[in-house]
């Protein structure tokens, strides 16, 4: 074995290792998207998040095994769909073990980001069987479409780690199940005529945990973004890419926010920094830090301007941003791929060429994910439901759906307020599980 051989032999046993560490990254960036969704909202409805944001890891792996593997890199038919097969069971020794485990964290991350839009009153059945579709059916074929071979890869459509075939495609099952679902109770102010007067903000309950699971989720997305990496320059190129743009995404944010509202706002900042990392997901790899800074630049004001316009036009209630986060980050991400690549791009001498395909791609795949999406919760709202009933949801969902007194109970007494309510009478435990003080837990 010659010199050559042995460098090369070392290079493709060393980055298949950090192939699976990356996994093992994105794996571990479930706790982040956990503790953000879990500190953004009530307490009252912690033990329910954190449940969501374990079971849709552990349903997603059931599907991915069953379906969703074969359909995203199984034999390409048509440049549509992987053929399925059940090769984990069947040619165990030749399966290639290393893809199934990298594409399966990915997969789960789409479901979780659907998770924090619709928290706080969805039923717990209902989210584990559209997070069991969105595993098994969703995000394998368009993922498909992009990286198992099918038809926007053949037209060089790029998407280095899933702006689009993740976030993106989150975001907007995101907004369809937000749309469908209705907003908490209270959200939305009324007059007599039911016309909607003010929009009234729930402060998450413990903004440490979700400062907490944003520096998890960053941590996280170097292995989300480096681990498909083939090479050190590469490697390195593709951490300072994750580092500035939402480094900047974040510094933006502030100045921006403490224009518009006389301060800087912190658990914007903190949506920020998540938006920058969305936002350069698609094009880590393939622009340099002038194309990252832009980037992010555009990042940090687009969400603040799309959570208000979410809230403010659309009236529609997203607890955690993840509308304007993920989808809208998430849709400028693919696009911008367009703009600043150093090899095709618009602004690098490229033409409109990569341009247009990004384009395509971003129409083709919000197009499917909005049809299967909608189809799925019209079907699960008039079957078994999509909402839990009122009181369940000024009760609160630990003890409506899961029995749990609260998520907290070992470290100080039941209130109304501790549960999200307008009062400060301490409830006894046995009281709340038979639910007999319902009416007054939660508030509006």
Same mark, same amino acid.
């Given at each position: 074995?010659?010199?050559?051989?042995?460098?090369?032999?070392?290079?493709?046993?060393?980055?298949?290792?950090?192939?699976?560490?990356?996994?093992?990254?994105?794996?571990?960036?479930?706790?982040?998207?956990?503790?953000?969704?879990?500190?953004?909202?009530?307490?009252?409805?912690?033990?329910? =998040?954190?449940?969501?944001?374990?079971?849709?890891? *552990? +349903?997603?792996?059931?599907?991915?095994?069953?379906?969703?593997?074969?359909?995203?890199?199984?034999?390409?038919?048509?440049?549509? =769909?992987?053929?399925?097969?059940?090769?984990?069971?069947?040619?165990?020794?030749?399966?290639?073990?290393?893809?199934?485990?990298?594409?399966? @964290?990915?997969?789960?991350?789409?479901?979780?980001?659907?998770?924090?839009?619709?928290?706080?009153?969805?039923?717990?059945?209902?989210?584990?069987?559209?997070?069991?579709?969105?595993?098994?059916?969703?995000?394998?074929?368009?993922?498909?479409?992009?990286?198992?071979?099918?038809?926007?890869?053949?037209?060089?459509?790029?998407?280095?780690?899933?702006?689009?075939? +993740?976030?993106?495609?989150?975001?907007?099952?995101?907004?369809?199940?937000?749309?469908?679902?209705?907003?908490?109770?209270?959200?939305?102010?009324?007059?007599?005529?039911?016309?909607?007067?003010?929009?009234?903000?729930?402060?998450?309950?413990?903004?440490?945990?979700?400062?907490?699971? *944003?520096?998890?989720?960053?941590?996280?997305?170097?292995?989300?973004?480096?681990?498909?990496?083939?090479?050190?320059?590469?490697?390195?190129?593709?951490?300072?890419?994750?580092?500035?743009?939402?480094?900047?995404?974040?510094?933006?944010?502030?100045?921006?926010?403490?224009?518009?509202?006389?301060?800087?706002?912190?658990?914007?900042?903190?949506?920020?920094?998540?938006?920058?990392?969305?936002?350069?997901?698609?094009?880590?790899?393939?622009?340099?830090?002038?194309?990252?800074?832009? +980037?992010?630049?555009?990042?940090? +004001?687009?969400?603040?301007?799309?959570?208000?316009?979410?809230?403010?036009?659309?009236?529609?209630?997203?607890? @955690?941003?993840?509308?304007?986060?993920?989808?809208?980050?998430?849709?400028?991400?693919?696009?911008?791929?367009?703009?600043?690549?150093?090899?095709?791009?618009?602004?690098?001498?490229?033409?409109?060429?990569?341009?247009?395909?990004?384009?395509?791609?971003?129409?083709?795949?919000?197009?499917?994910?909005? @049809?299967?999406?909608?189809?799925?919760?019209?079907?699960?709202?008039?079957?078994?439901?999509?909402?839990?009933?009122?009181?369940?949801?000024?009760?609160?969902?630990?003890?409506?759906?899961?029995?749990?007194?609260?998520?907290?109970?070992?470290?100080?007494?039941?209130?109304?307020?501790?549960?999200?309510?307008?009062?400060?009478?301490?409830?006894?435990?046995?009281?709340?599980?038979?639910?007999?003080?319902?009416?007054?837990?939660?508030?509006?």
């Amino acid at each position: 074995m010659d010199k050559q051989q042995i460098v090369s032999f070392i290079n493709e046993n060393m980055f298949g290792i950090w192939f699976l560490i990356g996994a093992a990254l994105v794996f571990w960036m479930q706790a982040g998207f956990a503790m953000v969704e879990t500190g953004f909202t009530r307490a009252k409805n912690a033990g329910n =998040i954190l449940m969501k944001n374990l079971m849709d890891f *552990c +349903i997603g792996t059931v599907m991915f095994i069953l379906i969703g593997f074969s359909l995203l890199l199984g034999e390409d038919v048509l440049g549509f =769909i992987g053929k399925p097969g059940f090769d984990i069971f069947t040619s165990y020794a030749n399966f290639d073990f290393s893809n199934f485990v990298f594409n399966l @964290v990915f997969c789960a991350t789409t479901a979780t980001i659907v998770s924090g839009a619709m928290a706080e009153r969805t039923k717990f059945l209902s989210y584990c069987i559209y997070s069991a579709v969105i595993s098994a059916l969703i995000y394998p074929i368009e993922a498909h479409w992009i990286w198992g071979g099918g038809w926007l890869s053949q037209l060089g459509f790029h998407d280095f780690a899933g702006s689009c075939a +993740i976030h993106m495609v989150g975001g907007i099952s995101a907004l369809i199940g937000a749309a469908m679902l209705g907003p908490r109770i209270g959200k939305f102010s009324k007059d007599k005529s039911g016309k909607i007067t003010k929009v009234n903000a729930f402060p998450g309950h413990n903004l440490p945990l979700g400062c907490l699971g *944003c520096f998890i989720l960053w941590f996280g997305w170097y292995g989300f973004n480096g681990a498909a990496c083939t090479s050190g320059s590469q490697l390195a190129s593709v951490f300072l890419t994750t580092t500035v743009a939402p480094a900047v995404a974040t510094v933006v944010c502030m100045i921006f926010t403490w224009v518009k509202y006389g301060k800087p706002d912190v658990s914007m900042c903190l949506n920020a920094s998540l938006a920058g990392l969305v936002g350069i997901t698609a094009g880590c790899a393939n622009v340099d830090a002038l194309g990252a800074t832009i +980037i992010g630049l555009v990042d940090g +004001i687009l969400v603040v301007i799309v959570v208000e316009f979410i809230d403010q036009k659309l009236k529609i209630d997203d607890p @955690v941003g993840a509308v304007a986060v993920h989808g809208c980050n998430g849709l400028w991400g693919t696009v911008a791929v367009g703009l600043f690549d150093y090899n095709n791009g618009v602004f690098y001498g490229g033409g409109f060429h990569q341009l247009g395909v990004q384009v395509l791609g971003v129409v083709c795949i919000a197009a499917y994910t909005a @049809v299967a999406m909608t189809i799925v919760f019209t079907i699960l709202k008039h079957t078994i439901g999509l909402r839990v009933s009122a009181e369940e949801e000024i009760m609160g969902l630990d003890i409506a759906e899961h029995d749990l007194a609260s998520a907290y109970a070992d470290f100080l007494p039941i209130s109304a307020t501790t549960m999200g309510g307008v009062t400060t009478e301490t409830i006894d435990v046995t009281d709340l599980r038979d639910k007999k003080l319902a009416p007054i837990i939660g508030g509006a």
